[in-house]
């Protein structure tokens, strides 16, 4: 079935520092893939998405290319700041008979510090 | 109001306890979903509806009935929960189910079941 994999967490980084989250994903057809955010005590929230293959996402500093190649949709940010801190969850979206359904990943807890 | 409200958003009951989440969207879409986040594991979508319908059901147990009277509001009734339930329940909207439709999500229900 499908599938999201997210490198394991918590990663700690100083203000400025370079942000890397793997995400790499397995699926059948041409998903459509997000990065969603999580603040303490709040729902999730989208960050960006990509709908196919070499489109790159982008807001507010991150960023993610849809790799087929590689099944991957590693988020970046140059330099992080302390308000980044949350918790962030990659997914796939496919079509099934269904209609269509959200795939996550486990999240990556993201601490930044002064 | 805007986006998406969940009501309550902390909710504690005993095992014979009936109860009832609720879910409003004021964005004028027509699908909405039930996740399950529980500490540890990947979301779980419980639960969509498109049009008042509902379209899938992840095989949940049937002590979660959920309702969707408009495609405004949806409801997640408990009743004879477990200690196991226990997690935070995010409910969810979009325009429609299409596999690049973004879902945006409330702040979710903390529940605890003793």
């Known amino acids: 079935g499908n599938s999201v994999t997210q490198m394991e967490g918590p990663v700690t980084l100083s203000e400025e520092a370079f942000l890397t989250i793997n995400c790499t994903y397995t699926?059948?057809?041409?998903?459509?893939l997000f990065w969603y955010v999580q603040y303490p005590g709040e729902g999730l929230q989208l960050l960006l998405k990509?709908?196919?293959?070499?489109d790159k996402g982008s807001n507010k500093g991150f960023e993610a290319t849809y790799r087929k190649e590689t099944t991957s949709f590693h988020l970046e940010k140059g330099s992080v700041q302390v308000s980044d801190s949350a918790v962030y969850f990659c997914?796939?979206?496919?079509?099934?008979?269904?209609?269509?359904?959200?795939?996550f990943g486990k999240g990556t807890t993201l601490s930044v510090s002064s | 109001e805007t986006g998406v409200t969940q009501t309550p958003r902390h909710l504690v009951m005993g095992m014979t306890n009936k109860k009832s989440l609720k879910c409003e969207q004021h964005?004028?879409?027509?699908?909405m979903y039930w996740y399950k986040q529980s500490a540890k594991k990947p979301l779980e979508l419980m639960f969509v509806?498109?049009?008042?319908?509902?379209?899938e059901n992840n095989s949940v147990p049937s002590r979660f009935s959920p309702e969707c009277p408009n495609s405004s509001h949806l409801f997640l009734h408990l009743h004879t929960l477990q200690p196991e339930d226990s997690a935070l329940y995010l409910c969810?909207?979009?325009?429609?189910?299409?596999?690049?439709?973004?879902?945006?999500f409330g702040p979710g229900t903390r529940l605890t079941v003793l």
């Open positions: 969810a909207s979009s325009q429609d189910i299409g596999p690049t439709d973004t879902q945006y």
């Open positions: 699926a059948t057809g041409y998903p459509s």
């Open positions: 990509a709908t196919k293959a070499d």
């Open positions: 997914a796939l979206s496919e079509a099934n008979q269904a209609g269509t359904a959200l795939i």
């Open positions: 964005l004028g879409h027509n699908a």
């Open positions: 509806y498109s049009l008042e319908e509902r379209v």
